[in-house]
């Protein structure tokens, strides 16, 4: 069984800083695609940030130049730096992870983590 577990969301005030951490644990191998996504109240889940296995990033126009996704592929985890927040970044914030081969890949999700962002 895979397990996706979030951390990192808080409470910060306009202009701050976090960081959200995702772990894949459980039977997983040949993770290609990990991101982020986040929901605010009403509104419908959407992409924030990509990364592939070859590294290569994609960013939600709205975070760009202000949120960073990495990942380390040995921890089996994917990390967004969020810098600059403003209050529409509030929302809960969702990892994302794509494994498996061609004609055989897995789509998973965790359980959110919240972060609000007061002006």
């Known amino acids: 069984q895979v397990q996706l577990v979030e951390s990192g969301g808080d409470l910060v005030q306009a202009g701050g800083s976090l960081r959200l951490s995702c772990v894949a644990s459980?039977?997983?191998?040949?993770?290609?695609?990990m991101a982020w996504f986040r929901q605010a109240p009403g509104k419908q889940r959407e992409s924030v940030a990509t990364?592939?296995?070859?590294?290569?990033?994609n960013y939600a126009d709205s975070v760009k130049g202000r949120f960073t996704v990495s990942r380390d592929d040995a921890k089996k985890t994917v990390l967004l730096q969020m810098n600059s927040l403003k209050p529409e970044d509030t929302a809960v914030y969702y990892c994302?992870?794509?494994?498996?081969?061609?004609?055989?890949?897995?789509?998973?999700w965790g359980q959110g983590t919240q972060v609000t962002v007061s002006s």
């Open positions: 994302h992870v794509t494994t498996g081969w061609p004609g055989q890949l897995r789509a998973y």
């Open positions: 459980g039977r997983i191998f040949n993770i290609k695609t």
């Open positions: 990364i592939t296995d070859d590294g290569s990033t």
